[in-house]
């Protein structure tokens, strides 16, 4: 335990990071994954072809590769100087992009779930685009899609941890910084471990309490 | 084409349809035309940013670079196939206690991230007297995060099986371990392939981890080569070449992937289209048609 009661503010700092990367990556890659998800369901061949290939090419490309490209190719095309919050933004927009294309696959295949008879009924009463979507399709894919939006976000929180190969301050950088103050690095990753056992299982609980409470009765 | 979201569309859907396709074109060319712009005005396309990538022995390197790659998947897609086979054996178990303590190591390894481990085996192990090289480094954090993963989808696969397949198996009177092993576990697999190569992916994207922990694979390569300033430090076209060549292996297997997955659509079908018995369709044909001696449409 002392190696935590003696390092409060670097073990805060570290958990506040990771919580940092985790809140805005995740918000990041809610908005653009619904973006790209709507482009792959649109009725535009453009806009479907468009989703496609960022979906295809971002999920066959390492998380490492995204951020190495963030940290250190892009600061050159755009003349960034790499302080300590333009790491962070980079950081931020790296795993945004790459977590966007499991939000856009899931809202799509959320949707897919949805039978097409029931927006047809919809039609067939007189409903109106906008009546359709919110009373009748949005409410059932909304309930699918929570279950398989909470596993993209536990994966997010666990892929923060990445950040810490590009100078980013998170829980998986804890351990070069405790080795500088002399400190048992075995134990230190062993806590850093259970730490994210936890807030995963804390995560989990979540998934489970919303699907039970959102499960569709079919 | 009508789908959930949106009906056949009208003359006044095509024209708005038209002028959103044309938005989306213009707003991608004006992301492509701002890349190409900022790597022009960088001074990216000139020639002796490129000049490292005329050299062969520079080649040679990405090519063995490439090959520390491919060695760590592929000691680890085997090692993380054969964990998860013990780990789902161990899951499916009947006696609790070590159906237990297995569930509990795989959810601990599937919580934990992967670079984590990583840095355990690298960082940690060394101070409890046990050293060893950054490849079995990222190797064994490999097998053990995909390990589990894939243990949980062969149990998936396995409990997703009608019960009546064991019981059939029990009644001819096999034992348990036949009973998965010439039963539940083929089945199994099959079902499962799409996700179990899916997995692979995943298992190939993360040896680029092993750049963290300074495994000398292609990224490690990209940035040594971007840093060497007799070159003008090409760290841009390095990451260029160096991520082609990743997402090119990558897709390589996702292409794989895919069609396993539509070639056991297309045979489940044809299992499917045999229950129908019409009157082309004798019994023994059925059989036949179930063995694959026979094809399903009848003959004239």
Redesign the interface.
């Known amino acids: 335990m002392g190696i935590i009661t003696d390092n409060l503010d670097l073990w805060s700092s570290t958990l506040l990071g990771t919580l940092v990367l985790f809140v805005a990556g995740g918000l990041l890659a809610l908005v653009l994954g619904t973006m790209v998800g709507a ?1 792959r ?7 479907r072809a ?1 989703g496609t290939f960022y979906v ?2 971002i ?7 995204v951020f ?2 963030f940290a ?2 892009l600061p ?4 960034l100087r790499l302080t300590g919050d333009v790491s962070l933004t980079l950081a931020i927009c790296a795993l945004g992009i790459y977590t966007a294309t499991y939000v856009a696959e899931t809202i799509r295949s959320g ?2 779930t ?3 008879g ?3 009924a919809a ?1 067939a009463l007189g409903l109106t ?1 906008g009546q359709v ?1 919110t009373l009748v ?1 949005l409410p059932q894919a909304f309930r699918s899609v929570i279950p398989p939006m909470m596993s993209v976000f536990i994966a997010l929180l ?2 923060t ?2 950040a ?2 590009f100078s980013v301050v998170n ?2 950088s804890v ?1 070069s910084y405790l ?1 500088e103050r002399g400190e ?3 134990i ?3 806590w ?2 259970v730490v ?2 936890a807030l ?2 804390l995560l989990s609980w979540a998934q489970r309490a919303l699907e039970n409470r959102w499960k569709v009765a079919r | 084409m009508s789908s959930v979201l949106y009906d056949v569309p009208g003359p006044r859907a095509i024209a708005r349809n038209r002028i959103l396709g044309v938005i989306t074109v213009l707003v991608v060319l004006a992301l492509l035309g701002f890349i190409v712009w900022r790597l022009w005005d960088t001074g990216q396309f000139s020639a002796e940013k490129w000049d490292a990538f005329t050299y062969s022995n520079v080649w040679l390197q990405i090519a063995l670079a490439t090959g520390r790659t491919l060695a760590a998947f592929g000691v680890a897609a085997v090692g993380a196939l054969a964990l998860g086979f013990a780990l789902a054996i161990g899951r499916l178990s009947d006696h609790p206690w070590l159906r237990g303590p297995i569930g509990a190591v795989v959810e601990v390894l599937r919580a934990v991230p992967v670079l984590v481990f990583m840095f355990l085996l690298y960082y940690g192990l060394p101070v409890l007297g046990i050293r060893m090289e950054p490849f079995w480094a990222v190797v064994i954090a490999l097998v053990a995060y995909n390990g589990s993963v894939l243990a949980e989808v062969i149990r998936a696969g396995v409990e997703s099986l009608p019960k009546g397949q064991s019981e059939a198996g029990y009644a001819i009177g096999l034992r348990k371990a036949a009973v998965m092993r010439l039963v539940l576990l083929p089945q199994a697999i099959r079902a499962m392939m799409p996700v179990i190569i899916a997995q692979l992916v995943v298992t190939l994207k993360d040896t680029a981890l092993g750049y963290i922990i300074t495994y000398q694979e292609l990224l490690f390569y990209a940035r040594y080569i971007g840093s060497q300033s007799t070159y003008g430090s090409p760290i841009v076209p390095a990451t260029i070449v160096v991520g082609a060549i990743y997402i090119a292996l990558c897709l390589i297997l996702s292409f794989v992937a895919n069609r396993v997955e539509r070639r056991l659509r297309r045979t489940a079908k044809l299992g499917k289209g045999v229950a129908p018995v019409d009157d082309a369709m004798t019994a023994t044909r059925a059989v036949a048609v179930q063995a694959g001696l026979d094809d399903p449409e009848p003959r004239r």
Do not use: D, H, W, Y
């Not at chain 1, 369901?41 to 806009?47: D, N, Y």
């Open positions: 482009m369901v649109s009725p535009i061949p453009v806009a468009v295809n090419t999920r066959n490309t390492p998380l490492t590769l190495f490209a250190f190719a050159p095309l755009l003349g949707i897919n949805v039978p097409v029931q927006a047809e039609r685009f979507m399709v666990k892929n941890t990445v810490a190969g829980l998986g351990r080795s048992n690095q075995f230190a990753i062993v850093v471990m994210f056992v995963v299982l």
